[in-house]
């Protein structure tokens, strides 16, 4: 496994030479990756941490590409933060075993009382005692 190269500055991460703001290393070692209210600073951080789970399974970005069904480049660019659509990273996720983050972005929307109560119709609560009894026949029986 290829190691990512990174520095630690007064408590900045830098990789490539380049800070990011949006990361601090926690006491273990690793790298935490913060939200971020800019769209590209999320985006770099989602490519970086692809990138960690690639490497962390000891694959080449080619190799990653034939998991997945994408090229090189492609993996490239989204682990550069660079461009991809929605179905590349869930095809890499998907070739990682990761697909269980998606889980994160499920929500169910509430049921107000008003639906259940429709849902379920009306409840009997009471019998009305109007209707023949065509069984009259087989009670006796008992």
């Known amino acids: 496994m290829r190691p990512i190269n990174?520095?630690?500055?007064?408590?900045?991460?830098?990789?490539?030479h380049k800070p990011i703001?949006?990361?601090?290393?926690?006491?273990?070692?690793?790298i935490l990756f913060v939200d971020s209210n800019s769209d590209d600073a999320?985006?770099?951080?989602?490519g970086a941490q692809l990138k960690q789970m690639r490497l962390n399974r000891n694959l080449t970005q080619k190799q990653l590409g034939e998991l997945s069904g994408l090229s090189r480049s492609a993996i490239?660019?989204?682990?550069n933060g660079a461009g991809g659509t929605m179905r590349s990273f869930v095809q890499?996720?998907?070739a990682l075993g990761k697909l269980e983050i998606l889980g994160h972005f499920k929500t169910e929307a509430p049921v107000s009382p008003i639906q259940i109560a429709k849902m379920r119709g009306k409840i009997r609560k009471r019998a009305?005692?109007?209707?023949?009894?065509?069984?009259?026949?087989?009670?006796?029986?008992?």
Do not use: C, H, P, Q
Request: aromatic fraction near 6%.
């Open 42 to 46: 999320i985006v770099g951080n989602l």
């Open 76 to 79: 490239s660019d989204l682990e």
């Open 6 to 16: 990174f520095t630690v500055r007064n408590n900045v991460v830098y990789l490539r």
């Open 92 to 94: 890499v996720l998907r």
């Open 128 to 142: 009305s005692g109007t209707t023949k009894n065509n069984n009259d026949k087989n009670d006796s029986e008992w």
């Open 21 to 30: 703001k949006d990361a601090i290393m926690i006491e273990n070692g690793d």
